[in-house]
Nanobody, 122 residues
Framework: QVQLVESGGGLVQAGGSLRLSCTASGRTYSSYAMGWFRQAPGKEREFVAAMSWFGQNTRYADSVKGRFTISRDYDKVYLQMDSLKPEDTAVYYC?????????????????WGQGTQVTVSK
C-alpha cells in the first residue's frame, strides 16, 4: 500500500496563486508517475496534470496549461497554481500510476490521497 497526503489547499482570490504538495509513503516501488486530479461539486473527477518518475512524460489538461506547473522530487509531487480562476475551485487529489505513464485517465492510477480543498473567490 502507498499512502498519499496532500497539503497546501486553501482560499485565494481570483488571480492569486497556491502551491499544492503531495508526499507518498509506505510500500516502495522503483518508479511511478504521480498526478493531480480535481473534482468540483456536482462534477466528475477530472485530470489536471501528471509527471512520470524522471519527468520525461509530463501532461496537462488544456484548461490549466500555461497557469499550472507540476514538478517532482522522487516521492513528492507539487502543483504550482498561478492565475487562479473561480472555475479552478475543487477538491484536488494526488494519485500514483504504477505503470509510470502519467496518462490523464483516472483508471490508470492505483493509489489516491484524501484530497485538499482549493477555493478561488471572485
Amino acid at each position: 500500500q502507498v499512502q498519499l497526503v496532500e497539503s497546501g489547499g486553501g482560499l485565494v482570490q481570483a488571480g492569486g496563486s497556491l502551491r499544492l504538495s503531495c508526499t507518498a509513503s509506505g510500500r516502495t516501488y522503483s518508479s511511478y508517475a504521480m498526478g493531480w486530479f480535481r473534482q468540483a461539486p456536482g462534477k466528475e473527477r477530472e485530470f489536471v496534470a501528471a509527471m512520470s518518475w524522471f519527468g520525461q512524460n509530463t501532461r496537462y489538461a488544456d484548461s490549466v496549461k500555461g497557469r499550472f506547473t507540476i514538478s517532482r522530487d522522487y516521492d513528492k509531487v507539487y502543483l504550482q497554481m498561478d492565475s487562479l480562476k473561480p472555475e479552478d475551485t475543487a477538491v484536488y487529489y494526488c494519485a500514483v500510476d504504477l505503470a509510470d505513464y502519467g496518462y490523464g485517465t483516472a483508471m490508470s492510477y492505483t493509489y489516491w490521497g484524501q484530497g485538499t480543498q482549493v477555493t478561488v473567490s471572485k
